[in-house]
């Protein structure tokens, strides 16, 4: 089973990014698909994720300027980011597991399956 996220790079404050995270190996169809960002000197924090019911959840710090889709199709998850902040700046990291429920999506801990990262850098 590969992650591979994609579509990180170099922004300025008040743009946009959509990364991608895509499957290799397993069908994301019945996992809940998250994103986590892990800072310099921070730790791993929780960013979004998306069930497979369709239900989303988002961290108190993006709602309102994150939006996480997901193509089963195409076995990707986008994570839309939009009025991006330097503080936004991280790698970020895609997940998956099948016995994520909607009181552990927060616990990195649980996910089985984990991307390299792709990395956002918001200039001020």
């Known amino acids: 089973v590969q992650l591979q996220a994609s579509g990180g790079g170099l922004v300025q404050a008040g743009g946009s990014l959509r990364l991608s995270c895509a499957a290799s190996g397993r069908t994301f169809r019945s996992d809940t698909v998250g994103w986590f960002r892990q800072a310099p000197g921070k730790e791993r924090e929780f960013v979004s994720a998306?069930?497979?019911?369709?239900?989303?959840h988002y961290a108190d710090f993006v709602k309102g300027r994150f939006t996480i889709t997901r193509d089963n199709a195409k076995n990707t998850v986008y994570l839309q980011m939009s009025s991006l902040k330097p503080e936004d700046t991280a790698g970020y990291y895609c997940?998956?597991?099948?016995?994520?429920?909607?009181?552990?999506?927060?616990?990195?801990?649980?996910?089985?399956?984990w991307g390299q990262g792709t990395q956002v850098t918001v200039s001020s």
């Open positions: 998306i069930r497979w019911t369709g239900s989303t």
């Open positions: 997940a998956a597991g099948d016995n994520v429920i909607s009181t552990t999506v927060t616990m990195s801990r649980i996910y089985q399956y």
